[in-house]
T-cell receptor, first 107, second 114 residues
Framework: GIQVEQSPPDLILQEGANSTLRCNFSDSVNNLQWFHQNPWGQLINLFYIPSGTKQNGRLSATTVATERYSLLYISSSQTTDSGVYFCAVEHNNDMRFGAGTRLTVKP | KAGVTQTPRYLIKTRGQQVTLSCSPISGHRSVSWYQQTPGQGLQFLFEYFSETQRNKGNFPGRFSGRQFSNSRSEMNVSTLELGDSALYLC?????????????FGPGTRLTVL
């Protein structure tokens, strides 16, 4: 099946810093989403982005499907950005999540 | 529009028992997918239901089963519970098949097996 790798696994930032999270996948995908999992376990949709670039406030994402990667940018990070960020892809009806990036933003 | 709801939110069972979890999708969504999340294995796909039919299935034993009703609500059942079944169970809904559409997740059911 398709492999999904996220990097870095852990990231510690000072409030106000910027960061880039990466998601690599091993095959073509029909669907790619980024989620933020809060401390209570809720997965919150950030972007549905099988290709191209999208922006939503301080967050933006880019997927380069031909090169099999996606990037999530967080600017001017806040403590509420802390949590685990997952990318999820779909390939041949197989939905796969990466292992996530655990982000800690310190005040 | 109300989001995806899951009941119960927390559940404690003992080995050998069975459990049924429920998921109500966003109004108008016809696909419901189930996932298991554990610290060791991460988020793993269980199965997807669309129009009351199982469309896709992950690599889980037959003790894990599900169904979908005509109103798109879905239930999953785990029989003969094992300690390793302790996990957060998440369901997600989408307008049509999950592979081609954005998925929206519920808050999850946290199952503890003693």
């Amino acid at each position: 099946g398709i492999q999904v790798e996220q990097s870095p696994p852990d990231l510690i930032l000072q409030e106000g810093a910027n960061s880039t999270l990466r998601c690599n996948f091993s095959d073509s995908v029909n669907n790619l989403q980024w989620f933020h999992q809060n401390p209570w376990g809720q997965l919150i949709n950030l972007f549905y982005i099988p290709s191209g670039t999208k922006q939503n406030g301080r967050l933006s994402a880019t997927t380069v499907a031909t090169e099999r990667y996606s990037l999530l940018y967080i600017s001017s990070s806040q403590t509420t950005d802390s949590g685990v960020y997952f990318c999820a892809v779909e390939h041949n009806n197989d939905m796969r999540f990466g292992a996530g990036t655990r982000l800690t933003v310190k005040p | 529009k109300a989001g995806v709801t899951q009941t119960p939110r927390y559940l404690i069972k003992t080995r050998g028992q069975q459990v049924t979890l429920s998921c109500s999708p966003i109004s108008g969504h016809r696909s419901v997918s189930w996932y298991q999340q554990t610290p060791g294995q991460g988020l793993q796909f269980l199965f997807e239901y669309f129009s009351e039919t199982q469309r896709n299935k992950g690599n889980f034993p037959g003790r894990f089963s599900g169904r979908q009703f005509s109103n798109s609500r879905s239930e999953m059942n785990v029989s003969t519970l094992e300690l390793g079944d302790s996990a957060l169970y998440l369901c997600a809904s989408s307008l049509s098949l999950a592979g081609a559409n954005e998925q929206f997740f519920g808050p999850g059911t946290r199952l503890t097996v003693l």
